[in-house]
């Protein structure tokens, strides 16, 4: 049975830094492409990144292009989101997901609230 199980959400100012993680078990990270989404309240879910497996560099939405960054740690198969200079709009659910299908994710973690303050 494959979880997903996000950690390291909360409260921050603006302009602060949180690091979000997705631990594994049942799958391993390193060997499938896996993301982070988001959700504020009232609006759709969006994507946030994708880390690839290969030589692929990862991608991400425009809003967070330059200040997120995912990653992951074979060893402790575990996904990573750096969040740095965190803003109003960066204030929602994350959630991990992981392994494609079709358009969606066939995989998701239970979501972790993150909370950026002015």
């Known amino acids: 049975q494959v979880q997903l199980v996000e950690s390291g959400g909360g409260s921050v100012q603006a302009g602060g830094s949180l690091r979000l993680s997705c631990t594994a078990s049942?799958?391993?990270?390193?060997?499938?492409?896996s993301a982070w989404f988001r959700q504020a309240p009232g609006k759709e879910r969006e994507w946030v990144a994708t880390i690839y497996t290969g030589i692929q560099v990862p991608s991400y939405a425009d809003s967070v292009k330059g200040r997120f960054t995912i990653s992951r740690d074979h060893a402790k198969n575990t996904l990573f989101l750096q969040m740095t200079g965190l803003e109003l709009e960066d204030t929602a659910v994350y959630f991990c997901a992981a392994v494609p299908s079709g358009l969606e994710y066939k995989y998701w973690g239970q979501g972790t609230q993150v909370t950026v303050s002015s």
């Open positions: 049942g799958i391993m990270l390193t060997f499938v492409q």
